[in-house]
């Protein structure tokens, strides 16, 4: 496409074109000076740690023909006969407009489903995605734990990347033959508009407590960014069918995301019956969860590889996608889950060892999550609960520590304190912010959380229940402004065979 098709999607601009290059093509879109090549179009992002405004001469001379800037550069007049320089309000809001016409709106090609929420996200789009495999469909996904087109997979950077990205990689998905993608929608993604030119056809709400309050400041602000996926699934009718939104009953910010859309709305909970979906009847047995699914006057009976209550909360979510969005009968979504849904990594997964003591590997780093997970495993302790845990450093929710502690000295019977992404900050300082007074229950500081690892395992006696929070399936450790390679299951399987215990 040439660069007046490009920029064909956005109305207020002004622009400078001595070089007359408006019919040339562009061959590629990009935010990052080091990505340019001849023909590119350069968008200038003012990001945390440098402004592209800084680099549009040296752009140009690198070949971008189009230059998306905020402001007229003082030398526009020089820097016009070599490239074409637009001015918009806003280049970030610039950068979702051009993606999505540069990669051929590629999102209104796909079923997308985007899930958000404190707690759930992960678990709920991973349920999604295994049901849709299972059912022969061609998947892709963008989340915490990776971005997947097909069977190729990508690390991923967070857990919604920025429109250029996003829309790329929606692009990439129908080049491969995807039909349906599964995203997870941070708030942070929301606040800063990277899901704006994205056709969202199904949102879920899983459930909001306390986090990012470092970023939104008060839980209205976050609830309000989280309501923006709702408010942005818009009027556009898909196959006839307006669009879909899937809330949480047992979450009092549900109202809010309710408030904000003008989908068709459908509920589940483990608490009201006349929600769409309704589940009771909760039995754990053997690593599994089983209870009963009433939708629509009729009873299930299903079981999932996973402990935890709420992961029931998490599989009526995706029950309800793959039901009222999809459109597949009960008996087949519960086939599909017999056949084919194995748990998701780092998410309430239990090692499989020859110990005498259970290891559960989770990704609860809220206290709301680490409260619940805590919570299960003491419902069916016969020994001791020893938990691991630590809290991210740099510019997070430091306030959240106490909590933290308390909640883990209330439902632990030993913590081992230690490192999760502590970035820059003093890792036993993290720790005694958590600690705070609290004595009646022993506890260890240890820095190095592959030492703390060992050090828990080594704790561990018959019947006793080690619990890894915090890290789950996420694939590195920030140090410093270092990201280090880590898989917590990976690494505690390995130390159990060093043990001999495997």
Same mark, same amino acid.
């Given at each position: 496409?040439?660069?007046?098709?490009?920029?064909?999607?956005?109305?207020?601009?002004?622009?400078?074109?001595?070089?007359?290059?408006?019919? %040339?093509? *562009?061959? #590629? +879109?990009?935010?990052?000076?080091?990505? /340019?090549?001849?023909? $590119?179009? &350069?968008? @200038?992002?003012?990001?945390?740690?440098?402004?592209?405004?800084?680099?549009?001469?040296?752009?140009?001379?690198?070949?971008?023909?189009?230059?998306?800037?905020?402001?007229?550069? %003082?030398? *526009?007049? #020089? +820097?016009?006969?070599?490239?074409?320089? /637009?001015?918009?309000? $806003?280049? &970030?809001? @610039?950068?979702?407009?051009?993606?999505?016409?540069?990669?051929?709106?590629?999102?209104?090609?796909?079923?997308?489903?985007?899930?958000?929420?404190?707690?759930?996200?992960?678990?709920?789009?991973?349920?999604?995605?295994?049901?849709?495999?299972?059912?022969?469909?061609?998947?892709?996904?963008?989340?915490?734990?990776?971005?997947?087109?097909?069977?190729?997979?990508?690390?991923?950077?967070?857990?919604?990347?920025?429109?250029?990205?996003?829309?790329?990689?929606?692009?990439?998905?129908?080049?491969?033959?995807?039909?349906?993608?599964?995203?997870?929608?941070?708030?942070?993604?929301?606040?800063?508009?990277?899901?704006?030119?994205?056709?969202?056809?199904?949102?879920?709400?899983?459930?909001?407590?306390?986090?990012?309050?470092?970023?939104?400041?008060?839980?209205?602000?976050?609830?309000?960014?989280?309501?923006?996926?709702?408010?942005?699934?818009?009027?556009?009718?898909?196959?006839?069918?307006?669009?879909?939104?899937?809330?949480?009953?047992?979450?009092?910010?549900?109202?809010?995301?309710?408030?904000?859309?003008?989908?068709?709305?459908?509920?589940?909970?483990?608490?009201?019956?006349?929600?769409?979906?309704?589940?009771?009847?909760?039995?754990?047995?053997?690593?599994?969860?089983?209870?009963?699914?009433?939708?629509?006057?009729?009873?299930?009976?299903?079981?999932?590889?996973?402990?935890?209550?709420?992961?029931?909360?998490?599989?009526?979510?995706?029950?309800?996608?793959?039901?009222?969005?999809?459109?597949?009968?009960?008996?087949?979504?519960?086939?599909?889950?017999?056949?084919?849904?194995?748990?998701?990594?780092?998410?309430?997964?239990?090692?499989?060892?020859?110990?005498?003591?259970?290891?559960?590997?989770?990704?609860?780093?809220?206290?709301?999550?680490?409260?619940?997970?805590?919570?299960?495993?003491?419902?069916?302790?016969?020994?001791?609960?020893?938990?691991?845990?630590?809290?991210?450093?740099?510019?997070?929710?430091?306030?959240?520590?106490?909590?933290?502690?308390?909640?883990?000295?209330?439902?632990?019977?030993?913590?081992?304190?230690?490192?999760?992404?502590?970035?820059?900050?003093?890792?036993?300082?993290?720790?005694?912010?958590?600690?705070?007074?609290?004595?009646?229950?022993?506890?260890?500081?240890?820095?190095?959380?592959?030492?703390?690892?060992?050090?828990?395992?080594?704790?561990?006696?018959?019947?006793?229940?080690?619990?890894?929070?915090?890290?789950?399936?996420?694939?590195?450790?920030?140090?410093?402004?270092?990201?280090?390679?880590?898989?917590?299951?990976?690494?505690?399987?390995?130390?159990?065979?060093?043990?001999?215990?495997?």
């Amino acid at each position: 496409m040439n660069q007046t098709e490009l920029l064909s999607p956005i109305r207020s601009y002004r622009i400078y074109d001595q070089a007359n290059k408006l019919n %040339e093509e *562009v061959t #590629t +879109l990009v935010n990052d000076t080091r990505q /340019v090549i001849p023909g $590119s179009c &350069f968008i @200038a992002i003012r990001g945390e740690h440098f402004d592209g405004h800084s680099a549009i001469q040296e752009v140009i001379q690198d070949g971008a023909g189009l230059v998306i800037v905020e402001e007229v550069p %003082e030398d *526009v007049e #020089t +820097l016009s006969t070599q490239a074409t320089i /637009v001015v918009v309000p $806003s280049t &970030f809001r @610039a950068q979702a407009f051009l993606s999505n016409q540069f990669y051929g709106e590629p999102s209104t090609k796909l079923n997308l489903v985007a899930v958000t929420g404190t707690n759930g996200k992960t678990t709920t789009a991973n349920m999604i995605n295994d049901l849709l495999e299972g059912l022969d469909r061609k998947t892709g996904m963008i989340g915490t734990m990776h971005y997947k087109v097909d069977q190729s997979y990508y690390p991923a950077v967070n857990t919604t990347p920025n429109s250029m990205v996003l829309q790329g990689l929606f692009h990439e998905m129908v080049d491969a033959g995807v039909t349906d993608t599964v995203i997870e929608a941070s708030s942070h993604a929301l606040q800063l508009g990277r899901l704006w030119g994205t056709d969202v056809d199904c949102a879920v709400f899983t459930n909001l407590t306390r986090e990012h309050i470092d970023f939104h400041k008060t839980m209205e602000n976050y609830a309000y960014a989280k309501s923006l996926l709702f408010s942005q699934l818009g009027q556009r009718t898909q196959d006839g069918k307006v669009k879909l939104a899937v809330l949480n009953d047992d979450d009092e910010y549900a109202s809010v995301m309710a408030q904000a859309t003008s989908a068709e709305i459908v509920t589940y909970s483990l608490v009201n019956p006349n929600a769409t979906a309704f589940s009771d009847n909760i039995r754990l047995l053997d690593n599994q969860t089983t209870f009963t699914l009433h939708i629509y006057d009729k009873a299930f009976e299903v079981a999932i590889p996973m402990l935890g209550t709420y992961n029931i909360s998490n599989y009526m979510a995706a029950f309800l996608v793959m039901h009222e969005y999809y459109g597949y009968s009960p008996e087949t979504i519960i086939e599909a889950t017999n056949k084919h849904f194995e748990g998701v990594s780092g998410r309430m997964e239990v090692i499989d060892s020859e110990t005498d003591f259970e290891v559960v590997v989770d990704f609860a780093h809220t206290p709301d999550a680490l409260e619940n997970v805590l919570v299960e495993l003491n419902r069916f302790k016969k020994g001791r609960i020893i938990t691991l845990f630590g809290h991210s450093g740099g510019n997070r929710d430091s306030g959240a520590r106490p909590e933290l502690g308390d909640i883990l000295f209330k439902y632990s019977d030993e913590i081992v304190f230690t490192a999760d992404n502590p970035r820059f900050e003093d890792v036993t300082a993290i720790c005694e912010m958590m600690i705070q007074d609290h004595d009646e229950k022993p506890y260890t500081i240890i820095e190095k959380r592959e030492e703390a690892v060992n050090f828990a395992l080594e704790l561990a006696r018959e019947n006793d229940i080690v619990l890894f929070a915090g890290k789950g399936g996420e694939p590195y450790q920030i140090i410093g402004d270092e990201k280090l390679p880590y898989n917590e299951a990976e690494y505690i399987k390995q130390q159990l065979e060093e043990m001999k215990l495997v």
